[in-house]
């Protein structure tokens, strides 16, 4: 009779187990990804973010990232600082000024040097 009771239980303790994993793997979402950047974009982060550390300042004209950024194309700049700006890894302030927003401190890499100020890290 005890022999019973035990298999019972433990089917019944099987079956809560179960349905408990079941219920959490249904739950369960897949972690957030960190947005892909072009590399125009990368390096208009890792620029502002070198000036940020180098200068002390938080805000910046577009001419002097668009230099550190190694931007040839005006076109193809401002598609990436629009990009930037829609993803709020960069916002604008006055007078045509940028500045990084925490979001993309993150994303930067601003282990740059000063003959080379735009180069990329390894990326996780």
């Not at 993803?87 to 940028?98: A, D, H, K, L, S």
């Given at each position: 009779?005890?022999?019973?009771?035990?298999?019972e239980?433990?089917?019944?303790?099987?079956?809560?187990?179960?349905?408990?994993?079941?219920?959490?793997?249904?739950?369960?979402?897949?972690?957030?990804?960190?947005p892909?950047l072009?590399?125009?974009?990368?390096?208009?982060l890792?620029s502002?973010?070198?000036?940020?550390?180098?200068?002390?300042?938080?805000?910046?004209?577009?001419p002097?990232v668009?230099?550190?950024?190694?931007?040839?194309?005006?076109?193809?700049?401002?598609?990436?600082r629009?990009?930037?700006?829609?993803q709020?890894?960069?916002?604008?302030?006055?007078?045509?000024?940028?500045k990084?927003?925490?979001?993309?401190r993150?994303l930067?890499?601003?282990?740059?040097?000063?003959?080379?100020?735009v180069?990329?890290?390894?990326?996780a």
């Amino acid at each position: 009779m005890n022999t019973l009771n035990l298999e019972e239980n433990s089917e019944v303790l099987r079956n809560l187990i179960r349905d408990t994993l079941a219920e959490v793997l249904r739950e369960r979402k897949p972690p957030k990804r960190a947005p892909a950047l072009k590399t125009g974009e990368q390096r208009i982060l890792n620029s502002l973010s070198w000036l940020e550390k180098t200068t002390h300042k938080s805000a910046f004209p577009a001419p002097i990232v668009a230099y550190f950024s190694h931007v040839t194309n005006a076109g193809v700049y401002s598609n990436h600082r629009k990009s930037l700006r829609s993803q709020q890894m960069i916002e604008n302030t006055y007078g045509g000024f940028m500045k990084l927003t925490e979001a993309g401190r993150n994303l930067s890499h601003a282990e740059m040097t000063l003959d080379n100020p735009v180069e990329t890290q390894a990326t996780a």
